[in-house]
């Protein structure tokens, strides 16, 4: 990751955001919130061997998309934080971890910052319960695959 971290702390429709454009233009781009360990979980590459190092890999790759979309993006990831990677703003990118552990505890955790945040969100994430949630709080639902293939655009996968 280029940043140092501040502060405290399976839809097919386009990344992005100001209603009245183009829906498949990428660079139409509201407030993205990447349910981190759905969106890494999608692609079984062998992360469930570096847990950690998958959610580095992912916010560096959040972190070019942040940059090439002129945006801010919101992480939210389950368990502790890795030592090198805590809570915060990182390039372009705000990472959050579940305030508790156990089921659903990133979904309380997105759910709170729909709910403490701005009027248009799209939410990546694959998991039925929180697209239920998310569209219940009347934001956008956009699956891993569509966002991953955004980001392979910009950074193809090694």
Known sequence: ?????????????????????????????????VDAMNVIGSRPDGWWRDRDGAL?????????YARHHATEVVVVADGRAPSDLPSGRYDGVHLYFARRSG????????????????AEWVVVTADGGLRERVEERG????????FLRALDDLDPPG
């Open 1 to 33: 990751m280029s940043g140092q971290a501040t502060g405290p702390d399976a839809g097919d429709e386009a990344i992005g955001g100001s209603r009245g454009s183009d829906p498949a233009d990428p660079d139409r781009v509201a407030t993205l919130i």
């Open 56 to 64: 580095r890999r992912l916010v560096a790759r959040v972190e070019r």
């Open 103 to 118: 089921p659903d505890a990133a979904d309380d955790r997105i759910v709170e910052l729909l709910e403490a945040g701005p």
């Open 139 to 146: 934001h956008r639902v956009l699956g891993p695959g569509r």
